[in-house]
């Protein structure tokens, strides 16, 4: 999986960006507007753009659905359907939670929650099946699997 940089543009949103398989470096600026704009530019010169698409926040949504984040949606729905009982949850970690600062291992979430952090997600990058090392930070989204109430246990314990 290719790796995404994400750059904070002060005053007008954020910029995600990554090198294609085919060497071309595609990035998209999410304005805090809403608008979105793609970019398309060689690697050795990802200033200067070579194609621009502008769009806005219906026009992302279509773009998303031709690229198949609907299939994914459904496939994760057909999954929890499939497995009874099983609940999936992407959980956000609060800037001000107590277990900030806090290691998986440390906080014994699978032996005192019950549920398994199937991956974190942190400042655009996913880290998938951390281990007992892995430090939480506010900030954090965590993806966990897991009967529903042990999701909502490790809910109350992140907040």
Known sequence: MAEIE?????????????????GDRLSVVHHHSGRVQVYLSEPRDPD?????LDMD??????????LGASRV?????????SVAGLSIE???VPEDSQVSGSS??????RSSTGVTVVA????????????PDFVLRGGDTLVVVGR????????????
């Open 6 to 22: 994400e750059t904070p543009l002060p005053g007008v949103g954020v910029r995600y960006a990554y090198t294609t398989g085919g």
């Open 48 to 52: 200067t753009a070579r194609a621009v």
């Open 57 to 66: 926040e219906d026009d992302s949504r279509v773009l998303a659905e031709l």
């Open 73 to 81: 949606v459904r496939e994760i729905d057909r999954l929890q359907q």
């Open 90 to 92: 992407w959980l956000d």
């Open 104 to 109: 998986i291992g440390d906080l014994e979430i």
């Open 120 to 131: 974190a997600l942190r400042t655009g990058q996913t880290l998938p099946v951390p281990g």
């Open 148 to 159: 529903p109430e042990d999701c909502r246990r490790i809910d109350e314990l992140l907040h």
